[in-house]
């Protein structure tokens, strides 16, 4: 088990390799590993335990109503997919979780993981956290899905990131990033950038992006007709 890795993990926060050990020590643990392309789970099946990635990356896919695969987002080690679904009346997997590379994934049998929580309360307090995180990420991915159009979901992240203020500012994700992120195609999201640079509301410079006209930027926040 690679504790200093586990110390990265939200769940072990502020917690010493030594507290760690002594955790796992405490309670039922198994390790199970995947080939990269493994089917981990699907949408829908009971989340049962908690899981932490320890080796390598899983992937969460959902699939719309006409047949399109959407990423949601990349899970490495050592991230927890599906951490905010373990407990609740509907505590199934709401996406699909893949491996991307051979993976290595820690199990914590749910009523195991109950008892931790119980008696650690640090371990409790990293838990709150990370699925505050996910409610976060998850408003977050709504409100972006709401706007129709490229350059209106650009200019909104945009925004988002200048805080306001901001003349420049620096993307925090890759353009294949934000592709996944607003569920299109990476050559939209470089188009709504070039066309934003021609219509003079932008420079971009790689991840860097000067603002040169807010108003126009805000305008196109409220720009619902047509996708591009």
Known sequence: MDYLLLQKAPLFNNLSI???EKVLSEIPFRIRRYRAGSMIAQSGEPVISLMIVVKGMVKGEMTDYSGKVIKIEDVAAPGAPAAAFLFGRNNRFPVNVI???????LNIEKADFL???MV???VLVNYLDMISNRSQFLSEKIRFLNFRTIKSKLAQYILRLSGG???????DRTQNDLADFFGVARPSVARAVSELEEEGIIIAAG???EILDRIRLSELTSDQA???
């Open 120 to 122: 650690n309360d640090r």
């Open 18 to 20: 030594g507290e760690i």
């Open 115 to 117: 008892k931790l929580l």
């Open 226 to 228: 047509g996708i591009h």
């Open 165 to 171: 203020s901001k003349r420049t500012i620096r993307l």
């Open 207 to 209: 991840k860097d992006i």
């Open 99 to 105: 491996s991307v590379t051979e993976t290595e994934i």
